[in-house]
């Protein structure tokens, strides 16, 4: 099989500069910056830190980089927050203009670090980032405390947003962190929280991103002891509150995970698992089959990063290994590490179709029938946001006749995998036979 990256490293990620992929080095102690084919194009040295174990996976907001450590002695995990920073000189310059940054350090930012207690283990190769991209609406100058978004959703007062880069002239290149005061949700207006206001200036579609949470997979459940049983805990961001735990097999030796749109991607055995959290629950609302297994046809093939990238319909997983689908045969590249493509695709594998029993037979014409469809996947679970259409027809051996009609004839599933419509009979005088279909679009 073809080599890609390369890389010596588990971890991987998207990164600032578009075309490009990047990881952490423990060997180099620094991020690398690579081409898809491998070719290294730049290292930056981590500053105000240091690596306590191997980076577990690499995520890339928008603006900063997270990675997730095991801490020594089994003590614990830690996840932390970088950025690329620039070095900002006006040696050599006229008074009053400014360099163009230039970056060169992988610069711890904060972190959250989770330590072992009596009533919670932690053993997690797995964490994601809740982060959202918008852009500005207009410009902006230098101590300017009010600016405009294009869209404002999800977005609260208490929320830290990054601004920029810049593209405004002698401030290309910079950007800020400033903290949410007040959100219009009408017109898009975002008071900003310093009474300084903006330290840099900005141009109309300069781009904007914010955190929400942190989503953290862990191998234990909640009660103390190291179960194997699964939880998944979400930590808000910037105040790191515990908002949501979840216990289940489910969320057991993910591999990997990240995070795109609104949706939250977990590689679990041989199949990525997908919950949209637009949605009204914590639901799982599709879980694709991968190609993860070698040729012996049991052996599970590890991913040890992922990226969701749903702008192209598809994930990139970080492996040692890979099966050809043609020939069947696993190809394996230790001790380094390639990604594979997996398009996002969901397999529907069974539509169940029920309808209320308390009914007179014959039916009455006229009367509403409720009439539900279930969607579910390969692996069982609900299938979210397809549509279908429902219809019916005289069965073969039917009188002639008017089969009813449906209100409506279309719907979409709901994270519980089920959409509903109501059937109402004909009025034909004579008994009639119909046969009753709900189709996946």
Same mark, same amino acid.
């Given at each position: 099989?073809?080599?890609?990256?390369?890389?010596p490293?588990?971890n991987?990620?998207?990164?600032?500069?578009?075309?490009?992929?990047y990881?952490?080095?423990?060997?180099?102690?620094?991020?690398?910056? #690579?081409?898809?084919?491998?070719?290294?194009i730049k290292t930056y040295?981590?500053q105000?830190s240091?690596?306590?174990?191997?980076?577990?996976?690499?995520h890339?907001?928008?603006?900063?980089?997270?990675?997730l450590?095991d801490?020594?002695?089994?003590?614990?995990?830690?996840i932390?927050?970088?950025?690329?920073?620039?070095?900002?000189t006006?040696?050599? #310059?006229p008074?009053?203009v400014?360099?163009?940054?230039?970056l060169?350090?992988?610069?711890?930012?904060?972190?959250?670090?989770?330590i072992?207690?009596?009533?919670?283990?932690y053993?997690?190769?797995?964490?994601?980032?809740e982060?959202?991209?918008?852009?500005?609406?207009?410009?902006?100058a230098q101590?300017?405390?009010v600016?405009?978004l294009?869209?404002?959703?999800?977005?609260?007062?208490g929320?830290?947003?990054?601004?920029?880069?810049?593209?405004?002239?002698?401030f290309?290149?910079?950007?800020?962190?400033?903290t949410?005061?007040?959100?219009d949700?009408?017109n898009g207006?975002?008071?900003l929280g310093?009474?300084?206001g903006?330290?840099?200036?900005?141009?109309?579609?300069?781009?904007?991103?914010?955190?929400?949470?942190i989503?953290l997979?862990?191998?234990?459940?909640?009660?103390?002891?190291?179960?194997?049983?699964g939880?998944?805990?979400?930590y808000?961001?910037?105040d790191?509150?515990?908002i949501?735990t979840?216990?289940?097999?489910?969320?057991?030796?993910?591999g990997a995970?990240?995070?795109?749109?609104t949706?939250?991607?977990?590689?679990?055995?041989?199949?990525?698992m997908?919950?949209?959290?637009?949605?009204?629950?914590?639901?799982?609302?599709?879980?694709?089959?991968?190609?993860?297994?070698?040729?012996d046809l049991?052996?599970?093939i590890?991913v040890?990063?992922?990226?969701?990238d749903?702008?192209n319909?598809?994930?990139?997983k970080?492996?040692q290994?890979?099966t050809?689908?043609?020939t069947?045969?696993?190809f394996?590249?230790?001790?380094?590490?390639n990604?594979?493509?997996?398009?996002?695709?969901a397999?529907?594998?069974?539509?169940?179709?029920?309808?209320?029993?308390?009914?007179?037979?014959?039916?009455?014409?006229?009367?509403?029938?409720?009439?539900?469809?279930?969607?579910?996947d390969?692996?069982?679970f609900?299938?979210?946001?397809e549509t279908v259409?429902?219809?019916?027809?005289?069965?073969?051996?039917?009188?002639?006749?008017?089969?009813?009609?449906?209100?409506?004839s279309?719907?979409?599933?709901?994270s519980?995998?089920t959409?509903?419509?109501?059937?109402t009979?004909?009025?034909t005088?004579?008994?009639?036979?119909?046969d009753?279909?709900?189709e996946?679009?």
């Amino acid at each position: 099989m073809p080599l890609n990256i390369d890389i010596p490293s588990a971890n991987f990620s998207l990164g600032p500069d578009s075309g490009f992929f990047y990881f952490v080095s423990n060997i180099l102690n620094a991020l690398v910056k #690579l081409e898809a084919d491998g070719t290294v194009i730049k290292t930056y040295p981590i500053q105000r830190s240091r690596l306590r174990g191997e980076v577990t996976e690499l995520h890339w907001d928008g603006s900063h980089f997270w990675t997730l450590e095991d801490l020594p002695s089994s003590l614990g995990v830690v996840i932390k927050r970088w950025r690329l920073t620039p070095v900002q000189t006006s040696q050599g #310059l006229p008074p009053g203009v400014f360099p163009v940054p230039v970056l060169t350090d992988f610069t711890w930012q904060d972190e959250i670090t989770l330590i072992n207690a009596p009533n919670l283990k932690y053993s997690s190769k797995a964490f994601c980032v809740e982060h959202y991209h918008r852009i500005l609406e207009g410009s902006f100058a230098q101590g300017d405390n009010v600016v405009r978004l294009t869209d404002v959703t999800n977005l609260s007062p208490g929320d830290i947003i990054t601004i920029g880069p810049s593209t405004a002239g002698s401030f290309t290149g910079f950007q800020e962190d400033a903290t949410v005061l007040d959100v219009d949700t009408v017109n898009g207006w975002v008071t900003l929280g310093a009474a300084a206001g903006l330290e840099n200036q900005y141009t109309d579609t300069d781009p904007v991103t914010f955190t929400k949470s942190i989503f953290l997979f862990n191998d234990h459940s909640f009660t103390g002891k190291e179960d194997r049983k699964g939880g998944i805990i979400q930590y808000s961001w910037p105040d790191k509150r515990v908002i949501l735990t979840g216990t289940g097999m489910r969320y057991n030796n993910a591999g990997a995970a990240d995070f795109d749109a609104t949706s939250l991607y977990w590689v679990r055995a041989d199949q990525i698992m997908e919950v949209d959290l637009a949605g009204t629950t914590f639901d799982v609302a599709t879980s694709n089959e991968s190609n993860l297994r070698e040729d012996d046809l049991n052996s599970i093939i590890e991913v040890y990063d992922m990226i969701s990238d749903l702008s192209n319909n598809q994930h990139l997983k970080l492996q040692q290994k890979e099966t050809n689908l043609v020939t069947g045969v696993t190809f394996d590249w230790s001790p380094n590490y390639n990604f594979q493509v997996q398009p996002i695709l969901a397999v529907i594998n069974s539509t169940n179709l029920s309808m209320d029993t308390r009914l007179v037979v014959p039916l009455p014409s006229g009367d509403r029938i409720q009439i539900v469809a279930e969607v579910r996947d390969q692996y069982n679970f609900p299938v979210f946001n397809e549509t279908v259409q429902f219809s019916a027809a005289l069965h073969p051996l039917s009188d002639s006749g008017n089969p009813g009609s449906f209100d409506p004839s279309l719907g979409v599933t709901s994270s519980s995998g089920t959409v509903s419509t109501e059937y109402t009979p004909s009025a034909t005088p004579s008994p009639i036979l119909i046969d009753i279909t709900a189709e996946v679009l």
